[in-house]
């Protein structure tokens, strides 16, 4: 997806409640182009809607009717408590932010009973963002490892994030008793993206360049760099330390998680400060 797209929907999904960050959203765009780029085809999945404010962007990652996108949630529905949950919002937000129509498969259940059929099994593009405990992470990267093509990408919501400890647990499980189904690819803006082993060579070619991840992730963090993780080279989109020594990078990066634009701007003005009194 080209960047003026991706900017204009993070516009538009704005006051849409939900937990996908801008410069995630920009990381979306970016592995879409990539895809793109070599001819990577397929459905895109979800896993975890809520509202409709991933789905959105990632509708419009669809090349028109050719792909489909599925996406799966329980919707805080429950049948004995007759409790009707939060589908009205998420059929109100497609309905007035994409054009999906009939590429669109919504599937109102439980992640862990999904089948290869609902899923279909050549995704190029499966978004994990349900469950957050590590039973339901595993469960979830298995139906994953089902559903993704050769080339395909899975991404990770609140990849190591101290608040959901279940993710990883899920994920380093996976990776233990799954060995050679996906690898990390890169990890960054709440993300792990995982891919085929034999694919990964294919993406690092173009995520090793760090100018065009700046270029298409423009409120993205400080620094990109490689690390080894789990066995295999791994970007990282790497946002300092609040407890850094340098406090002008300490409040930038704190303002920069949550106010990204505002960041940005604060960013700007620091450097020119700077650069006139050097
Ligand atoms: C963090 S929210 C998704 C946020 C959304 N992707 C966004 O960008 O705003 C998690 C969603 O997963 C759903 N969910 C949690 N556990 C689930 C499960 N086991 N099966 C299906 N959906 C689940 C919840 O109903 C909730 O809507």
Not at 70 to 98: E, I, K, W, Y
Not at 131 to 155: C, F, I, M, Q, T
Not at 157 to 166: R, T, V
Request: aromatic share 10%; with cysteine.
């Amino acid at each position: 997806m080209e960047f003026d797209s991706a900017c204009e929907i993070i516009r538009r999904t704005r006051k849409i409640e939900g937990w996908f960050w801008p410069a995630a959203a920009h990381l979306f765009a970016l592995l879409d182009e990539i895809q793109k780029s070599v001819g990577i085809e397929g459905n895109i999945f979800e896993i975890g809607a809520y509202h409709g404010k991933s789905a959105v962007l990632l509708c419009a990652m669809l090349r028109g009717n050719a792909e489909s996108l599925g996406v799966c949630d329980r919707f805080g529905c429950s049948s004995d408590r007759n409790v009707a949950g939060f589908r009205p919002q998420f059929d109100r937000t497609m309905r007035n932010h994409s054009s999906a129509g009939s590429c669109l498969r919504v599937l109102q259940k439980d992640s862990a009973d999904l089948t290869p059929e609902e899923t279909t099994t050549n995704c190029r593009f499966f978004h994990i963002d349900g469950g957050h405990g590590g039973r339901e992470v595993y469960d979830d990267l298995v139906v994953a490892s089902k559903a993704v093509g050769p080339n395909g990408l899975v991404v990770l919501d609140d990849f190591h994030n101290s608040a959901w400890p279940g993710v990883a647990e899920g994920f380093f499980r996976f990776m233990h008793e799954r060995p050679g189904e996906f690898v990390p690819l890169a990890v960054g803006f709440n993300k792990g993206v995982l891919t085929r082993p034999s694919a990964h060579g294919l993406y690092r070619r173009f995520l090793n360049d760090p100018a065009r991840c700046w270029a298409a992730i423009p409120r993205g963090p400080f620094s990109v760099k490689t690390i080894e993780f789990c066995g295999v080279d791994t970007v990282l989109f790497h946002t300092p330390s609040h407890r850094s020594p340098d406090l002008r990078r300490s409040i930038l990066s704190i303002v920069h998680q949550h106010r990204p634009r505002f960041a940005d701007a604060l960013g700007r003005v620091l450097r020119y400060h700077r650069s006139r009194t050097a």
